[in-house]
């Protein structure tokens, strides 16, 4: 039925299920001594190492009484929200109007975004750490579609990812370094040979699903780790890569000198340009990785894909090469992740082993999930928040990871499906096919 969702179907029978007072105020107050319980070492009491070896501490049992009735309000909040809400399973119908609203509003959220991001250079071209922030949050961007391929729309979990992300950074920083290429020759170079350790990576889980295939990817990314820190001969180990060469307009370099960018135009040269022109680089390396995307879930490949994420068993019945679909799953998604990884090179001109932990995979896996699996739009709007988020509560350190963490929970709540959940598939019928009422009852239904 169109315009059906989640809600109470009367406020009688919505009613019958409300909790009383007593119970809102005894849930709350669990509530808030679980959270006495738990943050009274994280918060109330602090202890650190004095200068002569002494254990010394201090107490905060205003902040944590602060937050112990955060916890307590909050839980009274969310159980009135639930109530008017009404239990699991009964049905509310939306008047068509807001639908269409809603859905006009859905529809626009994603031009918004792009011609916002297109004007960010021209509005804070002063700023430079906002542009500075705006390429991260487009590299993370980047990172999840790219990881949406695999987990979002072949439904295959890889806790890896960032292994993908280290080989294209260091196939670029080895292949610049030693043979000089230029950055638009090791571009391509970095996403295949990511793509081939994407393959190499497939063919030992083929058989593998869930946790067990979990624990693979992630073992996976730990042993590129450990490669790129013991090969010293090659890697740098520890040390990393240095020099790594910046990247021109096409062979125009972005440098102050008679033969850069800025001298050709009849400028004056400003360190922002390439800043800008990095920023733009990234947004079309971006868009790329979106239209490849979407292109993708339209073709065969594609569609196998998401028969692969609802049931590998029917997938198989239905004559997929389910070796296949997965194989091309995980290259195509380690090729826009090698693709970030050379970008993330040139930008930083220095990487290390250090800059490719699990964190960084626990991160753009965090945001494929939040923003829901097979989104574009969810994905590019978990990858704001989050990175952004990071950025805002960067002086409050200590609560930083806190909140990070209770904005987590807070959203599988809500929205279990992520921001925009989106597990729809490709193709599928545009009307439902009904069962005619005689045939049910001649008992051929």
């Known amino acids: 039925m169109a315009g059906v969702t989640a809600a109470p179907a009367s406020r009688s029978s919505a009613a019958s299920y409300a909790p009383g007072a007593a119970f809102i105020f005894k849930k709350a ?6 959270a006495l ?3 009274s070492l994280m918060i109330g009491v602090r202890t650190d190492a004095g200068p002569d070896g002494q254990l010394t501490y201090w107490t905060r049992f205003g902040d944590l009484a602060a937050m112990v009735a955060t916890v307590f309000g909050g839980s009274i909040v969310v159980e009135l929200l639930r109530q008017w809400w009404g239990p699991v399973g009964t049905v509310r119908i939306v008047p068509p109007s807001v639908q269409s609203g809603l859905a006009v509003a859905r529809r626009a959220i994603a031009p918004l975004l792009l011609v916002f991001t297109f004007l960010v250079p021209v509005i804070f071209y002063n700023e430079r750490y906002i542009l500075d922030l705006g390429i991260l949050v487009l590299t993370y961007v980047m990172l999840g579609w790219g990881l ?3 987990v979002g ?3 295959l979990l890889d806790l890896g990812y960032v292994a993908f992300y280290a080989v294209g950074a260091y196939s670029y920083a080895l292949l610049a370094t030693n043979f000089g290429f230029s950055f638009w020759i090791c571009l391509p170079l970095a996403g295949i040979l990511a793509a081939f350790c994407g393959v190499l990576l497939g063919f030992p889980v083929l058989r593998l699903r869930g946790d067990y295939l ?3 990817t992630l073992a996976f990314g730990e042993i590129i780790r450990l490669v790129i820190i013991n090969w010293q001969s090659l890697t740098g180990g520890p040390n990393g890569v240095t020099g790594i060469p910046r990247p021109t307009l096409f062979g125009i370099p972005l440098t102050p000198g008679d033969d850069g960018l800025a001298a050709m135009l009849g400028i004056e040269f400003s360190t922002t340009h390439r800043i800008v022109f990095l920023f733009y680089l990234i947004l079309a390396l971006a868009l790329l990785t979106n239209w490849v995307t979407i292109r993708l879930r339209r073709l065969p490949i594609g569609r196998a ?4 994420r609802e049931d590998e068993v029917a997938c198989r019945a239905l004559g997929i090469n389910t070796t296949t679909t997965k194989l091309t799953a995980f290259a195509t998604g380690a090729m826009f992740g090698g693709l970030a990884g050379a970008f993330f090179a040139t930008r ?3 990487i290390s082993p250090e800059s490719f932990t699990f964190h960084e995979s626990a991160l753009v896996l965090a945001i494929v999930v939040l923003g829901g699996m097979g989104s574009q739009l969810g994905v590019a709007l978990a990858a704001l928040v989050m990175i952004g988020g990071f950025e805002l509560f960067r002086g409050l350190e200590q609560f930083r990871m806190l909140v990070f963490g209770l904005a987590m929970v807070l959203l599988m709540i809500w929205r279990p499906r992520g921001l925009i959940g989106h597990r729809a598939p490709t193709v ?3 009307h439902n096919q009904a069962i005619s009422s005689d045939l049910v009852k001649e008992g051929h239904g």
């Open 214 to 216: 979990a624990i693979v």
């Open 348 to 350: 930083q001109g220095f």
């Open 153 to 155: 729309l072949a439904g």
């Open 29 to 34: 107050l669990i509530s808030a001594l679980v």
């Open 305 to 308: 894909w998401e028969a692969l």
């Open 37 to 39: 319980v738990l943050f």
């Open 428 to 430: 599928f019928l545009h």
């Open 148 to 150: 949406n391929v695999v």
